[in-house]
Each structure stands twice: as C-alpha cells, then as structure tokens.
C-alpha cells in the first residue's frame, strides 16, 4: 500500500494506493478545505492533518491492511518514504 499525502495553501489530501504488479490501483481518497486558522498551520502541520484526516475517515482500511506501507509526501524535506 502506498499513502499519498499532500497540502497546499487552503487543501489537503490523502490518496490510498495499491501497488499491483507494478500498476497503481486508487483505493481510497480523500480532500478537505482548510478553515481559515488551518491555513495558519506550518506545512508540516497540514501534512500531519492530511495523515489524521485519512485515518479518521478510513479506519477500517488502515485497521485490516495487512501489508506495509509506504508513505509518499510532497516534499522529502518533511518526511521521508517508509517501508
């Protein structure tokens, strides 16, 4: 499974993906709007957000993944790949 996170000014999203035979299949998306004091947030901030907003609106996928994962963010100068 790889997790695509990402932020910009007012935006973040995560983007579930599983890696077949070197094919990328979506499984799960999601985007929110940042209120006006997220928009205060430092990048790394709205990355972390973009992580929570993930789990909290796909816990059963996180919960029954059986295999790693592999978090992909849109700057390596906040978090590196996981395996």
Same mark, same amino acid.
């Given at each position: ?5 990402? #932020? ?6 995560? #983007? ?15 985007? +929110? ?6 928009? +205060? ?14 789990? #909290? ?8 993944? #059986? ?9 390596? +100068? ?6």
């Amino acid at each position: 499974m790889l997790v695509y996170i990402t #932020a910009t000014d007012h935006i973040v999203s995560v #983007a579930l993906v599983q890696d077949v035979g070197g094919t990328q299949h979506l499984v799960y998306f999601v985007s +929110r709007t940042l209120q006006d004091p997220e928009t +205060r947030y430092q990048m790394v901030e709205k990355l972390a957000l973009s992580l929570y907003t993930q789990l #909290a609106a796909c816990t059963h996928t996180s919960k029954t993944t #059986a295999s790693p994962s592999k978090l992909i963010t849109q700057s390596k +100068r906040y978090c590196k790949n996981q395996t």
